[in-house]
């Protein structure tokens, strides 16, 4: 290993030794901090280099050690202390983190590393979330865990039926990308708190469902009818949302295809984005967005379902008929769900079935079919007052991505 490349790694280890005690240094009770942690990070570095020469036992004894060492130093402590099991596992991490710098790929273990001084720093906010959570929102979360880490990697990687287009992989895959986004969006509003504004609720309303959040506040406008420029601004970033996720899902799935999607996307995204900026600054006031959660089961097997249903759908058409029947599926399914048809479409990229191009049209005959169903369930739920607020936006929004389309 070159003298550059070690010294870097070495300064990686230090760095990650140094932000973790530099938080357990603002607990008064702890028994390590900046220096010790630092210094641990320093050790499993020097215990891994060392197994170049020969020397394999340093790093299991040096981590029985020092969990030996957190152990007798904590030993005889009064009650009204900490138990100090954080401290033990985190010193042990440390040094597990200072190694794997020094013997792999750095990036891993340093993100790690930022991971675990997260966790150490926001210990009130953690607890306070985890006191706030319904047993219904545990359940969701074990549930996710279910079927990502359990019942994914049991899936097979080989297509079936017609086309050979459904993948069980691929598409209980996409379950689990989808339900990560939203159960992720829901979490954070259980955890920062739903009442942050106009701009906190559309952005992760908008990570939790751009419809539900529409509808949500298309009711209040009905029963209040002030909420109408607050409700727009709601509504405006959720399904501006959309966009950013779509971008999302590309870079994921099929990132060739970003060179494509993202000058028309941006098109689309700056003139509502302005138009959401020119609503909030005239009005910015709180509310609470009131969506269920989107961890349950039976919500990601309808997922399944709908995707596979689209996968079939686009994929017999493009036989048929060619690209064009990729758009008539999007102008369709968009109308249901934009997920499923863009992320349909995605694959079928990946896979080379259709060009990037393409790729960028369907999603825009897509998101327009999705953005004119919501208005018309706005108009419909909420009236004129919201409806008159949002007809130029979204016009300005399809406006900029049929711009995206024909220049890109």
């Not at 008064?28 to 020969?54: E, K």
């Not at 359990?150 to 297509?159: E, K, M, S, W």
């Not at 709601?234 to 060739?256: D, Q």
């Amino acid at each position: 290993m070159e003298l550059s490349e070690s010294l870097s790694r070495l300064s990686a280890s230090v760095g990650v030794g140094f932000l973790m005690g530099l938080v357990r240094e603002r607990n008064p009770g702890t028994q390590a901090g900046v220096r010790t942690y630092a210094l641990v990070a320093m050790l499993g570095s020097v215990g891994a280099m060392l197994i170049d020469h020969g020397v394999q036992w340093l790093l299991p004894a040096g981590l029985v050690m020092l969990g030996a060492m957190m152990i007798a130093a904590l030993h005889g402590r009064d009650a009204s202390h900490d138990a100090g099991t954080t401290s033990t596992v985190a010193v042990m991490l440390c040094f597990c983190l200072g190694a794997a710098i020094w013997i792999g790929p750095v990036l891993p273990p340093v993100l790690l590393g930022l991971a675990a001084t997260a966790l150490l720093h926001f210990k009130p906010e953690l607890e306070g979330f985890a006191t706030r959570l319904k047993p219904a929102d545990v359940r969701s979360i074990l549930r996710f865990a279910a079927v990502s880490l359990l019942v994914l990697p049991l899936l097979p990687d080989a297509g079936y039926g017609p086309y050979d287009s459904l993948n069980p992989y691929r598409i209980w895959w996409m379950v689990v990308l989808i339900s990560g986004i939203g159960l992720t969006g829901y979490l954070l509003l259980q955890l920062l708190g739903s009442g942050r504004g106009a701009l906190f609720v559309g952005v992760l309303g908008g990570l939790v469902s751009s419809t539900a959040t529409s509808l949500t506040f298309a009711r209040q406008v009905r029963e209040d009818r002030e909420q109408a420029d607050s409700a727009q601004v709601v509504i405006l970033l959720a399904n501006l949302v959309v966009l950013l996720r779509l971008a999302a899902f590309t870079a994921v799935v099929c990132p060739g295809a970003l060179r494509s999607m993202l000058p028309v996307l941006g098109a689309g995204l700056a003139p509502g984005a302005i138009a959401a900026g020119r609503s909030y600054l005239r009005n910015g006031s709180r509310h609470d967005l009131g969506v269920s959660n989107p961890g349950e089961m039976l919500a990601a097997l309808g997922f399944a379902a709908l995707y596979a249903i689209v996968i079939l759908v686009v994929a017999w058409l493009n036989d048929r008929i060619g690209t064009q029947g990729v758009y008539l599926a999007a102008a369709v399914s968009g109308l249901i769900d934009l997920d499923a048809i863009g992320l349909s479409t995605m694959h079928m990229v990946a896979a080379g079935t259709l060009t990037p191009a393409s790729l960028a049209i369907a999603m825009v005959i897509a998101y327009i079919a999705s953005l004119a169903f919501k208005f018309g369930m706005i108009a419909v739920v909420a009236g004129r007052p919201l409806a008159q607020r949002l007809i130029g936006p979204f016009a300005l929004i399809a406006a900029g991505l049929l711009f995206g389309i024909a220049f890109a």
